[in-house]
């Protein structure tokens, strides 16, 4: 079987399977149970809208802590913590619940995206059966579903009882088991999220070693390099908005300072790793094309130095050519970064720095009110 009939079969194949839904998330799988199980009791015979679903859940997850807390907790208590949080004070905690399941379904439908975003556009130009062979190895990761429960399970344990730990710190009193159990609940759908993301991370480091088939004029300006370099900064500024909204949440409750070490190791490093990762590595990709173009150039040079026949003027001209062709590709640029790419980038940075600032307006006022 030659390389050229490999490539075809397994393109093919990787598209079938896709097409079939033979890759799902967990989350795929969560959402697609829960529609089953609302349509089942509702008798609805179509679909619902993945929203549908997600303020479902986030009543659902609501009602349950409420039940927690009234059946386990000292249910005034708790009214009044809520109390000392004003009005805003249960608004924001359901707001909280479904901004913990919302973001995972938005990062789920991402990874959605891909799959289809590789299946159209990316197979057809991947020209080598090794890059096709670490996709689909990115696939048995990024969907094994033991692998994501258990993600989901410790992360959320862990990161609910480190959460309920600051808060107890902040209160001064333990807010209860009732309590403490709707909150892991709520940050294990966080967990989720962090696994699904750390996929798309994982994605970005290995795409520096695909080989894909680039305009070998100016491998930067080739259409899959700019489409490849759009789909993989959506996640950014997405999680950059997700880590805004988390901050003035957590500036408005007071855990900002120790909640912060988390968004930075979970959200803000992540998002800095991507940015570098999806440009280094199609850098990589650029580069590569570059020098199969040059490679050519080269060779056609030599094989018309070989003949030694300097003294004919098409053969002269025809080097002359092909070295003024050979240092416009050299000119090209290596990378895919271009201004509005670097400015998207900032500001999207600047989305969590904006929210710790407004959270601490306080803090800035008392800061910028002293006196020399």
Known sequence: MSIDTALIEKREELKRRLAAGEYKTLVDVFLA??????RKVTRRSKPLSIWVITIILTIILVLIGFAAVYSIDNLLLILNLFKSYGVLGIPITILSVFLAIASVVVINQYVGRIFVFWSENVFDVIQ???????????????????????????????????????????????????????????????????????????????????????????????????????ELN?????????????????????????????????????????????????????RRGKWKTLNEIQTKVEKLQAAKNFTDKET?????????????????????????????????????????????????????????
């Not at 969907?143 to 410790?154: D, E, M, Y």
């Not at 795409?207 to 491998?219: I, M, N, V």
């Not at 908005?241 to 979970?266: M, N, Q």
């Not at 999207?348 to 910028?368: M, W």
Request: with cysteine.
């Open 234 to 286: 959506f996640v950014i500024y997405f999680v950059a908005f997700y880590a805004a909204i988390l901050t003035l949440i957590s500036a408005w409750s007071k855990i900002l300072p120790s909640f912060g070490i988390f968004l930075v190791l979970f959200l803000w490093l992540p998002i800095i790793a991507m940015f570098v990762l999806n440009h280094s590595s199609l850098s990589s990709i650029i």
């Open 33 to 38: 149970r829960t529609d089953h199980l609302i």
């Open 128 to 230: 080598s059966v090794e890059s096709l062979d670490d996709f689909q190895d990115w696939l048995g990761k990024v969907c094994n579903r033991p692998l994501h429960l258990l993600v989901t399970i410790i992360g959320g344990f862990l990161g609910g009882l480190y959460l309920v730990y600051l808060i107890n710190a902040l209160l001064g009193v333990f807010i209860g088991y009732g309590s403490t159990f709707t909150i892991i609940l709520v940050s294990m759908f966080s967990a989720a999220f962090v696994h699904l993301f750390f996929g798309v991370v994982l994605l970005s480091a290995r795409l520096r070693q695909y080989e894909l088939k680039l305009f070998g004029a100016d491998p930067s300006n080739s259409e899959i390099v700019s489409r490849l370099s759009s």
């Open 316 to 372: 002269m001209d025809a080097i002359n050519r092909l070295m003024d062709y050979h240092d416009r590709v050299i000119a090209t640029p290596n990378s895919a970064i271009k201004l509005n790419t670097t400015l998207g980038f900032i500001n999207s940075l600047l989305l969590p720095l904006l929210a710790f600032l407004l959270g601490n307006l306080d803090l800035v006022f008392r800061l910028f009110a002293r006196q020399p």
